[in-house]
């Protein structure tokens, strides 16, 4: 694999185990309330999945340009970056709502 091949893999790598901890951190600032009121998974799994994914993402991350084996990691990355996209699409929109910044801040009536 050349220089240029390994830099896109790396950036690539980076920017799938950047998403991936976004989540996790997503996950754990949302409220209890919201992921119990979908009905699914609760927070405490949510993060679980996430975390591990997180871990699998840094895993992936590529170790050095000589020392080869970046295949297998890409391959856990392309594993890993499925719950985080899951929870960006499908689950991080329903929770918005129940977000504690959603609420408006300050004085609401008029005169």
Same mark, same amino acid.
């Given at each position: 694999?050349?220089?240029?091949?390994?830099?896109?893999?790396?950036?690539?790598?980076?920017?799938?185990?950047?998403?991936?901890?976004?989540?996790?951190?997503?996950?754990?600032?949302?409220?209890?309330?919201?992921?119990?009121? @979908? %009905? !699914?998974?609760?927070?405490?799994?949510? #993060?679980? &999945?996430?975390? =591990? /994914?997180? *871990?699998?993402?840094?895993?992936?991350?590529?170790?050095?340009?000589? @020392? %080869? !084996?970046?295949?297998?990691?890409?391959? #856990?990355? &392309?594993?890993? =970056? /499925?719950? *985080?996209?899951?929870?960006?699409?499908?689950?991080?929109?329903?929770?918005?709502?129940?977000?504690?910044?959603?609420?408006?801040?300050?004085?609401?009536?008029?005169?």
């Amino acid at each position: 694999m050349g220089f240029l091949q390994w830099f896109v893999m790396a950036a690539l790598a980076l920017v799938v185990f950047v998403v991936q901890v976004v989540a996790l951190i997503d996950a754990a600032r949302r409220p209890d309330k919201g992921f119990r009121a @979908q %009905g !699914g998974l609760p927070k405490v799994g949510w #993060l679980a &999945i996430l975390g =591990v /994914a997180a *871990a699998l993402g840094f895993l992936g991350l590529p170790q050095g340009w000589l @020392q %080869g !084996g970046f295949m297998f990691g890409s391959f #856990l990355n &392309i594993i890993a =970056v /499925a719950p *985080a996209i899951i929870y960006w699409v499908s689950l991080r929109p329903r929770l918005l709502p129940y977000s504690s910044r959603n609420r408006p801040r300050g004085p609401q009536g008029g005169w």
